[in-house]
């Protein structure tokens, strides 16, 4: 019997002799996710950057009035990021993933035999060089 398990829009399923069920101790977990995004206190360890210094290390510049509309909500986006890290998710296993494998070959230097039929081929050639048109535009 052959099982497979895999997360599709936001509910963990689980196939099981050609059908999908659902995993109730995943979805208990998602409804405690649910329920931390929905509560507004902010657990994060994070700490909100100084909105001024934050401008000033991206290169923009903002208005004192920017400055305190902008406080507040970046300090709520980093709440959502602290809520995040209350998560445990030690007990969810990992979404189907691809497996990864070297697929590529050997990285071995190879001697081309046939050097004078690529040199008969190119429009300028110089010894030892091949002449192409110029590609950068430098001014």
């Avoid at 099981?16 to 929905?38: A, D, T, V, Y």
């Avoid at 001024?52 to 923009?60: E, P, R, V, Y």
């Avoid at 509309?69 to 030690?90: A, M, S, V």
């Avoid at 190119?122 to 535009?137: A, D, F, G, M, R």
Wanted: charged share 25%; aromatic share 6%.
């Amino acid at each position: 019997m052959s099982s497979c398990k895999m997360l599709f829009r936001g509910t963990s399923l689980t196939l099981s002799n050609g059908m999908w069920h659902r995993i109730p101790k995943i979805e208990h977990k998602l409804l405690q996710f649910r329920r931390l995004s929905s509560s507004t206190t902010n657990c994060s360890s994070l700490q909100a950057p100084d909105v001024t210094q934050l401008a000033k290390t991206a290169h923009i510049s903002l208005t004192p009035t920017e400055v305190e509309e902008f406080g507040p909500k970046i300090k709520q986006i980093i709440g959502w990021f602290g809520q995040l890290e209350g998560i445990d998710l030690q007990s969810i296993e990992p979404s189907i993933r691809a497996d990864t494998e070297n697929n590529l070959r050997d990285n071995t230097p190879e001697t081309f035999d046939n050097r004078d039929a690529i040199i008969a081929s190119v429009p300028s050639y110089e010894e030892p060089y091949i002449k192409v048109p110029k590609v950068l535009n430098v001014d």
